[in-house]
C-alpha cells in the first residue's frame, strides 16, 4: 500500500515556474514507477510526465516537454515536477501516481494522491 500526497501548487503568472513534490509513503516507494497527471475543468485526466523506479527512463508529454522535468528521490519518498515557463493551459489539478509499470496513460496506476491546483493567470 502506498499514500501519496502532493504539495506545492498555487497561483502562478504566465512564464513563471513551480516545483511540485509528491511524498509517498511505505517502504517500497522505490520500487514504483511514478507519474504526474493533471485535471483540467471540464476535461478528462491527461498524462503529464512519468518515471522509472531508478530515475533513470522518464515519459513527457508533448505540450511540456521543454518546461516540466520529473525527478525522484528515493531516499526521501519523493517525486517531484519542476515546471517553468508556465502557460494559463496549465492550470488544473495535478495528481501524482504509482504504478508497477512505467506507462504514458492512468489505467496502470495503482495509487492515486488527491491533487494539488495549479493556476496560471495571464
Known amino acids: 500500500q502506498v499514500q501519496l500526497v502532493e504539495s506545492g501548487g498555487g497561483l502562478v503568472q504566465a512564464g513563471g515556474s513551480l516545483r511540485l513534490s509528491c511524498a509517498a509513503s511505505?517502504?517500497?516507494?522505490?520500487?514504483?514507477?511514478m507519474g504526474w497527471f493533471r485535471q483540467a475543468p471540464g476535461k478528462e485526466r491527461e498524462f503529464v510526465a512519468s518515471i522509472s523506479w531508478s530515475g533513470g527512463v522518464t515519459y513527457y508529454a508533448d505540450f511540456v516537454k521543454g518546461r516540466f522535468t520529473i525527478s525522484r528521490d528515493n531516499a526521501k519518498n519523493t517525486v517531484y515536477l519542476q515546471m517553468n515557463s508556465l502557460k494559463p493551459e496549465d492550470t488544473g489539478v495535478y495528481y501524482c501516481?504509482?504504478?508497477?509499470?512505467?506507462?504514458?496513460?492512468?489505467?496502470?496506476?495503482?495509487?492515486w494522491g488527491q491533487g494539488t491546483q495549479v493556476t496560471v493567470s495571464s
Open positions: 501516481a504509482a504504478g508497477s509499470v512505467l506507462a504514458t496513460g492512468p489505467l496502470p496506476y495503482q495509487y
Open positions: 511505505g517502504r517500497t516507494f522505490s520500487s514504483y514507477a
